[in-house]
């Protein structure tokens, strides 16, 4: 495709755009080429303190309106971006990396999270509770928390700002969200899609800066009522021990190290497809990436030799060029992650299969890299890589596999291959994670569930769950009252 341009970037507070003109800027990076393509405002003190009153603010109001109209003005939104969603894409593109076509999917894919939670809004009702008295009844009511603070990664710049937005207006909050400096123009075209959708004045506020500045005056502030993070386990732990110092609910996705358990009976063919397609999906750099996989003896090595041939015959590319399988890693911090994780795995006595190099000269390229018999006390096997790369490791016993494969902090995503209805039906149950796929790469969707264990944090990200965790229960106990 033609080289498109990147679009101005602005902070969104009280309803008012502010240009990078303003405001000091940081810049964005193109990390297929190490250009820089924008500069995005940093928001100052003031810009933090506004964002948070205009949200205050506006929240009796948006929390009183009708759940109908708060759906609305979210499929309108949804509509949007499907209108705009070649330039979305192009934008998201240049600032993240993947292929075009598969930031086409993510502006697709979030309007349709959208909607979905659009759909939620009209359905919390709470219930009605028997009582002991005929005279007399109890109500639980669902209510929305209050003013909420987000921050999301660069990795899904539209679907992870979307569904938290979404399922914050959708329960009738209001929101300061932090999108990642690395990629704001994917999470201001959602701003822009609500703000000409007809959101009111305050009720989303958008900010860039200085993550640690920022997330301190937001969590710190009495009108912030609750918390959501998407990122790193690191700081995921770091704000919740802010929150936790104001007895303030955190909501966190974190990250992940997926087992993927690969029976003997497996279809190799559509496994070794889908193992081709998980990892070149935005560069492995997702949480429920597929990273190790406990292959039965009797096929590991064949699993090792097809997808190593596949792995090396990927072509890695500039996202904006159409022959491109893999575009480049998001930013520097992540190329740089790559090569000590590599080694480690070596010199522990790992084969390196496939790929384990990657070129910085222009870009932040990595070849697709498989190891494999990776032995249990490498890095890799505990240490998230959250790039291109996954590691094998034989079994012989499926209750050792099982072990290995829980025997890491994280519990995100799991994965099952294998030919037998037993073990499809019950492996799965064995498996301390959040989400489990059998026979296919790629856990969720649009309107399911999406959340983790353990050191992959609490709450979720998707279906009616994740507009309940906007909202607050309030007993009501009403007696017959006096004539």
């Not at 949804?78 to 593109?93: K, N, P």
């Not at 264990?453 to 609490?458: A, N």
Request: hydrophobic share 45%; net charge negative; proline share 7%.
């Amino acid at each position: 495709m033609a080289h498109p341009s990147y679009p101005e970037l602005a902070l969104h507070v009280d309803g008012a755009w502010i240009p990078a003109t303003e405001r000091a800027t940081i810049p964005v990076e193109n990390p297929a080429d190490k250009s820089v393509v924008g500069a995005v405002p940093v928001a100052t003190e003031e810009d933090v303190d506004r964002a948070i009153a205009a949200a205050e603010r506006a929240f009796p109001a948006w929390r009183d309106s009708s759940p109908h109209r708060r759906a609305a003005i979210l499929i309108a939104a949804a509509g949007l971006l499907r209108e705009r969603r070649d330039a979305i894409a192009a934008a998201m593109t240049l600032e993240n990396g993947k292929p075009y076509i598969d930031s086409l999917d993510e502006v697709d894919y979030t309007a349709d999270i959208i909607e979905s939670l659009a759909t939620e809004a009209p359905r919390r009702i709470g219930a009605v509770l028997p009582t002991a008295s005929a005279d007399g009844r109890t109500l639980v009511v669902e209510e929305p928390v209050g003013p909420v603070a987000a921050f999301t990664t660069w990795n899904y710049p539209l679907t992870v700002p979307g569904r938290k937005v979404a399922a914050a207006l959708a329960a009738g909050c209001t929101v300061v969200i932090k999108p990642a400096e690395e990629t704001p123009a994917s999470a201001i075209a959602l701003a822009r899609a609500l703000d000409d959708a007809g959101l009111p004045a305050g009720v989303l506020n958008m900010v860039f800066g200085d993550p640690a500045a920022i997330s301190d005056r937001l969590i710190a502030s009495p009108a912030i009522r609750k918390v959501s993070f998407t990122g790193s386990t690191p700081v995921g732990k770091l704000l919740a021990g802010r929150a936790a110092e104001q007895v303030k609910p955190i909501m966190l996705e974190l990250g992940g190290h997926a087992p993927v358990l690969v029976f003997e009976d497996a279809d190799l063919d559509a496994l070794i497809e889908g193992a081709l397609g998980s990892k070149l999906h935005n560069s492995g750099q997702s949480c429920g990436s597929p990273i190790r996989y406990y292959v039965h003896e009797s096929i590991h090595d064949e699993f090792v030799r097809r997808l190593a041939a596949r792995f090396e015959g990927v072509r890695v590319g500039d996202g904006l060029d159409e022959a491109t399988e893999m575009g480049p890693l998001a930013n520097e911090r992540r190329f740089r992650a790559m090569q000590p994780l590599v080694d480690d795995a070596v010199a522990r006595g790992a084969e390196l299969a496939a790929g384990g190099t990657g070129d910085d000269s222009v870009g932040y390229y990595w070849r697709p890299t498989l190891l494999a018999r990776v032995p249990d006390d490498a890095d890799l096997m505990r240490v998230e890589p959250f790039g291109p790369i996954a590691v094998t490791s034989s079994f012989t016993d499926e209750e050792d596999a099982i072990r290995r494969a829980n025997d890491v902090p994280f519990g995100l995503a799991a994965y099952v291959w294998t030919g037998s209805a037993d073990r499809a039906l019950r492996i799965p149950a064995l498996l301390d994670v959040g989400m489990v796929s059998v026979n296919r790469f790629g856990v969720g969707a649009r309107d399911t569930f999406f959340g983790g264990r353990k050191q992959s944090g609490y709450g979720s990200e998707g279906g009616p769950e994740a507009v309940e965790e906007y909202m607050v229960k309030k007993l009501i106990a009403q007696g017959a009252g006096r004539a």
